[in-house]
């Protein structure tokens, strides 16, 4: 991998040295983000395939168990919280019209063996779940401490709930049809929001982050944010909201509402050594619909997406 990309930069500095004997001006600042982009887009073509061989073989190796229970409310019918944490493995919530808290978890562990290996013993069992849950006036905990083994959560909640998700390794997060504050946070997965409505704030460093909003709370500020991955939001046409975004790549929308804002200077100044400094910070700005509450969108290896519901 280290060769071809050496000999992909190799190919664009070439050029510079033949123009100037030509006489023929390069822009070498645009070359070398060419150079960095095809760079990031190979290495993320090639992670990615070793990622989906690895998941493919340790799946093969690996089976499930699983788990349900079911959490009573204190106060049934009216909003609550859920707070999850896990520390290994993916989480899917998903609201429903129910009046309880319902969990499924999935666990990951060596296949039984039927055989004994060669000192006579064979694997019998992978142990039980590390899991815990409580609930106090509509507040719901959820907790997965375990790093060794990963754990899937599937849930339901009453669709007027609030959630507060942490997830580390393999931490997907799926959120679909759920109507209040969602405060979501990934390291190693993307998150995916469908069909919700409120307000949201999402962020993780490896994987996409996409929300398609129903409806949006209005005042309310959100923000997405990801490392490695695109930033896709999705709102109705009324939407009215102001916007600060931040990626080394490309910015698109289908609103023919929304207007770009020229980025304004800063200054400050020193009192202990004087003088002045200025600086304009690399934001693009916009208002949707004439402006609103702030939403900030930021990604590094990705494009941003504003589309109209």
């Known amino acids: 991998m280290k060769t071809i990309l050496m000999a992909l930069i190799a190919g664009f500095m070439i050029k510079p040295a033949l123009a100037q004997d030509i006489d023929v001006k390069v822009d070498t600042r645009q070359l070398e983000a060419s150079v960095e982009r095809i760079a990031e887009t190979a290495v993320e073509h090639v992670m990615a395939g070793f990622g989906d061989a690895h998941h493919s073989k340790s799946e093969k190796l690996q089976e499930q168990s699983t788990q349900e229970v079911?959490?009573?409310?204190?106060?049934?019918?009216?909003?609550?919280?859920?707070?999850?944490?896990?520390?290994?493995?993916?989480?899917?919530i998903v609201g429903y019209d129910g009046r309880t808290v319902k969990v499924k978890m999935i666990r990951y562990g060596k296949k039984v063996s039927k055989s004994s290996d060669k000192n006579g013993m064979r694997?019998?069992?992978n142990g039980g779940f590390?899991?815990?849950?409580?609930?106090?006036?509509?507040?719901?905990?959820?907790?997965?401490?375990?790093?060794?083994?990963?754990?899937?959560?599937?849930?339901?909640?009453?669709?007027?709930?609030?959630?507060?998700?942490?997830?580390?390794?393999n931490g997907h997060i799926d959120v679909e049809g759920v109507d209040g504050e969602l405060?979501?946070?990934?390291?190693?997965?993307?998150?995916?929001?469908t069909n919700i409505s409120g307000s949201a704030s999402a962020?993780?460093?490896?994987?996409?982050?996409?929300?398609?909003?129903?409806?949006?709370?209005?005042?309310?500020?959100?923000?997405?944010?990801?490392?490695?991955?695109?930033?896709?939001?999705?709102?109705?046409?009324?939407?009215?909201?102001?916007?600060?975004?931040?990626?080394?790549?490309?910015?698109?929308?289908?609103?023919?509402?929304?207007?770009?804002?020229?980025t304004k200077p800063t200054r400050n100044r020193d009192p202990r050594r004087g003088g002045t400094s200025i600086k304009i910070e690399n934001w693009v700005q916009g208002d949707l619909n004439g402006g609103g509450a702030e939403v900030t969108m930021k990604t590094r290896n990705g494009n941003i997406y504003i589309r109209r519901g």
């Not at 405060?183 to 929001?193: A, W």
């Not at 910015?251 to 929304?258: A, V």
Request: proline share 4%.
């Open 70 to 92: 079911e959490i009573p409310l204190t106060n049934p019918g009216e909003r609550g919280t859920l707070k999850v944490y896990s520390r290994n493995g993916r989480i899917k």
């Open 123 to 125: 694997l019998i069992s």
């Open 130 to 169: 590390n899991f815990e849950a409580s609930e106090q006036n509509n507040n719901v905990k959820v907790e997965n401490e375990g790093w060794n083994n990963r754990v899937d959560f599937e849930i339901q909640v009453p669709k007027n709930f609030d959630l507060k998700v942490e997830s580390y390794n």
């Open 183 to 193: 405060d979501l946070e990934s390291y190693n997965g993307p998150i995916t929001m």
């Open 203 to 262: 962020s993780t460093y490896n994987g996409a982050v996409k929300a398609i909003f129903t409806s949006v709370t209005a005042d309310v500020p959100m923000n997405f944010d990801t490392y490695n991955g695109d930033v896709d939001i999705t709102v109705p046409g009324g939407t009215k909201f102001s916007t600060k975004m931040k990626t080394n790549r490309e910015i698109y929308t289908d609103f023919e509402s929304f207007n770009l804002i020229q």
